[in-house]
């Protein structure tokens, strides 16, 4: 288990580079918010997590190892449980969280991620337009 990627996996790459491509800047593994969130944006107070479907039980393709099933359970479900305790905290603090599996496209990722962040900032998505336009 510590050989397995924290940070920077294939998945946060790739949705990475499109909110990237999309003119989104935002701070990766942001240490001083609970859970150091894969993708943070300050101003807007998005805390992002993109979940790997083994390690947070995706109800798509998460397992449970036949050996030592027992331990293997309790272990994933403590991880299911750690980030419902760290989206709290979160929301406690002002922060809204968003969690997306490893297997979903980067792209509705990404479009989902850029109206959220629309939405927390107040400005109009993209291909709107805004009240002062009409």
């Not at 083994?54 to 998460?62: A, E, K, V, Y």
Request: proline share 7%.
């Amino acid at each position: 288990m510590s050989r397995m990627p924290r940070s920077s996996t294939r998945p946060e790459l790739l949705i990475r580079r499109e909110l990237h491509r999309r003119g989104m800047r935002y701070r990766v593994n942001l240490k001083p918010l609970p859970g150091r969130p894969d993708i943070a944006f300050t101003r807007a107070k998005i805390a992002v997590f993109i979940d790997g479907c083994f390690w947070h039980l995706c109800p798509l393709h998460g397992t449970i190892p036949k050996n030592n099933s027992a331990w293997w359970t309790a272990k994933l479900q403590r991880n299911v449980q750690r980030d419902r305790e760290k989206d709290h905290q979160l929301s406690a603090i002002g922060w809204t969280v968003a969690h997306f599996w490893e297997h979903e496209d980067p792209v509705d990722v990404a479009d989902s991620i850029e109206a959220l962040w629309h939405r927390r900032r107040g400005a109009p998505e993209r291909g709107t337009r805004s009240p002062r336009d009409v």
